[in-house]
């Protein structure tokens, strides 16, 4: 092996991500005290190149400006040059994309900053060309040299600016929580509904698990058939795309074009995480068995391909893999030839290429097909005289043939670090497909991955890590890791009825409350406290690919409340949600988990309290059907928990159907119990 010419000190991080700039010609340093120490005692602007290890922009400019001896000339002599992985570093993240978003009405990744040598932007954009790139950098370091006041008075302007952004205003007059208001957000959404496609209109096309769970939901508990009809029919389209991976399971990051057919091949595991509980989610509704398969498939790629043995979950695969001529090129693993597929299932091939469009429709560039389907099983079956079991059957031999085959192809990079929130994600996607399926399985993988969070990821008093990589937590953790570590425990403690769950759940909480309330306004920053300071101190309000930290906070104290009696919680996610509200009418789609919190004050919610010695049997009866609008606790024997004090009685089945504190006399029929729920 040929020793590389370069090697800066990024050789010594452990993020996939930074170990691939180690050897670039750029002297690369990490985000850390010494460095930004470094740049004030020298006086030289900072560059700070923002990015992850599956982005197929930021291996472009890599390979045109970062591996490029001349570009790194340039940046060694006039910039400290500094690399941020965008997952182990969300804070920075926040912070320098609010600056180029304000800077230039856009962002995303490669995300490139120069700033003062404090830290302060002055300058910023996402991709770059290698001539553009150089011929910006130099005009930056002249005008640095020649005139540090003006950069000095713009970064002062601009800072006041982002710290603007993060004033939030208490609304003086409260607009009360409604089925008016809701529907009223609901009518304004649906004007930017793409009926034929699903989703939304334009391209390119995100999935957006947060926005499906809260339309799902609204569309059967306000009795909108329209948006119900629509989210299901993105939900079908979404998984007939070719942004599901129909051999090997498990979905791409989003789709460029608007029919959800070529995908951004990067396999990220927020995405499918979330996406296990929505399908699930309407598997529990509509008892479809597509989704059940489309889970199925999911979960078995999340196991054979970002499964450690520890129980942890890896972050992503990459865009970009080799084709046949050893190139890396976007795809290249997941897309056939039509000759390769007609020589691999042989008479089958007809049938195949009507099922995945292996025709002008399924065609994407190079004569390379991306599988998409239009049709359903019992329209195929139809057409070619089969039952539904014998295409079944078809469907299993064509995946295990094409996956033989694509095994042997060079697979895409792995990036194999741990992430607290995304873990805790999955960890929930695991216990809702265990409640939609009963899978023992499911279950196991949840409490497999508790356990790894419980072993590797939490310090002392209950505080966490963010990142995991070869034995090595070096991250404190952000609140986006304590609320979904808090929402999988709680979660957990739904499904098992075992109380610790419920325990650390609280005491994850608690530290919330201590390390990241903005007392002023009863929300919650993004950092903690005992973080060194950034620019700003960013709260994160409105939702993304994932949903905001603050609106996943408010909902588990509002849920939490509702099993422990703890009314202050209540209280305070009340408060969160007024707060936001006002900001939820302007752009109802970034705030659809906040929406979906709304649901929780506007109709009936349920407080489900099982006690017996079959209450675990029970409660997977219960769970099997759609109930969003619900929480369970439940006992095989006394309790001090609030909502099963007093309520055990040997030898009964008692189903308390509880709302707001107030329960209904016990029921003892399953049937009986689904009946009255379904009253939303």
């Given at each position: 092996m040929t020793t590389p010419k370069f090697t800066n000190s990024l050789i010594n991080e452990t993020s996939p991500y930074l170990l691939q700039h180690a050897h670039n010609p750029v002297n690369w340093e990490a985000w850390n005290s010494q460095t930004l120490k470094k740049a004030r005692e020298e006086d030289k602007l900072l560059l700070i190149s923002v990015g992850y290890s599956a982005c197929h922009w930021c291996h472009v400019m890599e390979h045109e400006s970062f591996e490029d001896e001349s570009v790194a000339e340039i940046m060694n002599q006039h910039f400290i040059n500094i690399k941020v992985d965008r997952e182990e570093r969300p804070d920075i993240d926040q912070v320098y994309m609010n600056a180029v978003q304000v800077m230039t009405g856009a962002g995303g990744w490669p995300m490139n900053i120069v700033a003062?040598?404090?830290?302060r932007p002055v300058w910023g954009g996402t991709y770059f060309r290698k001539e553009q790139w150089k011929d910006a950098l130099k005009q930056l370091s002249g005008l640095y040299q020649t005139k540090p006041?003006?950069?000095?008075?713009y970064a002062s302007r601009l800072e006041e600016g982002l710290q603007q952004l993060q004033l939030i205003e208490i609304p003086e007059e409260e607009t009360p929580f409604s089925k008016d208001f809701l529907n009223e957000i609901l009518e304004k959404w649906q004007n930017g509904f793409d009926k034929k496609n699903g989703g939304s209109r334009g391209a390119p096309k995100f999935m957006l698990p947060v926005n499906q769970k809260f339309l799902l939901r609204s569309g059967v508990q306000l009795e909108n058939k329209a948006v119900l009809e629509h989210t299901l029919h993105s939900l079908n389209k979404i998984s007939y795309g070719g942004v599901f991976d129909h051999i090997g399971g498990g979905f791409?990051?989003?789709?460029?074009?608007e029919r959800w057919h070529v995908p951004h091949f990067?396999?990220?595991?927020?995405d499918n995480a979330q996406l296990v509980s929505l399908y699930s989610k309407a598997y529990s509704f509509t008892k479809d068995n597509w989704y059940k398969e489309v889970v199925f498939k999911t979960l078995n790629f999340i196991e054979e391909e970002l499964t450690d043995t520890t129980g942890a979950f890896y972050s992503a695969l990459d865009a970009d893999s080799e084709n046949e001529n050893g190139n890396k090129t976007e795809g290249a693993y997941y897309v056939w030839k039509k000759e390769n597929l007609q020589e691999l299932l042989k008479e089958d091939f007809p049938i195949f290429e009507a099922y995945y469009n292996i025709n002008s429709s399924g065609k994407w560039e190079e004569n390379n097909y991306v599988l998409i389907r239009s049709k359903n099983d019992e329209t195929i079956a139809d057409e070619f005289d089969?039952?539904?079991?014998?295409?079944?059957?078809?469907?299993?031999?064509?995946?295990?043939?094409?996956?033989?085959?694509?095994d042997k192809r060079t697979k895409p990079g792995l990036d194999d670090k741990s992430l607290t929130s995304w873990n805790a994600l999955m960890l929930t996607g695991y216990v809702d497909a265990y409640k939609a399926f009963g899978n023992q399985e499911f279950l196991e993988k949840a409490l497999k991955n508790a356990e790894f969070l419980q072993e590797y990821q939490f310090k002392k008093d209950y505080r966490l890590w963010h990142n995991y990589n070869n034995g090595k937590s070096s991250i404190n953790a952000y609140l986006e890791d304590y609320v979904f570590c808090t929402e999988a425990f709680k979660n957990l403690y739904e499904v098992t009825f075992d109380e610790k769950w419920l325990e650390i759940a609280e005491k994850l909480t608690e530290v919330c409350f201590e390390d990241f309330q903005d007392e002023k306004t009863g929300l919650f920053y993004f950092t903690s406290s005992k973080d060194e300071a950034l620019i700003t101190r960013n709260y994160e309000l409105n939702d993304n690919v994932m949903p905001a930290s603050n609106s996943v906070m408010a909902k588990n104290l509002f849920k939490i409340s509702k099993i422990t009696g703890n009314r202050d919680y209540y209280n305070l996610a009340e408060k969160m949600l007024k707060t936001v509200q006002p900001q939820i009418e302007t752009q109802p789609q970034s705030y659809a988990n906040w929406?979906?919190?709304?649901?929780?004050?506007?109709?009936?919610f349920y407080e489900v309290a099982i006690t017996s010695k079959n209450a675990l049997g029970i409660r997977k009866e219960l769970q099997e059907e759609y109930f969003?609008?619900?929480v369970f606790a439940g006992s095989l024997r006394e309790s001090e928990v609030e909502l099963l004090k007093s309520r055990f009685k040997n030898n009964k089945d008692l189903i308390y159907i509880c709302s707001d504190g107030k329960c209904d006399l016990p029921l003892n029929s399953v049937v009986e119990s689904i009946k009255k729920i379904k009253q939303f």
């Open positions: 003062l040598p404090d830290g006041g003006d950069m000095k008075a791409s990051r989003y789709s460029v074009d990067e396999k990220m595991l927020y089969l039952s539904l079991s014998e295409l079944e059957s078809k469907k299993e031999n064509w995946t295990k043939i094409l996956k033989k085959e694509r929406l979906n919190l709304m649901l929780n004050f506007t109709g009936n969003p609008h619900t």
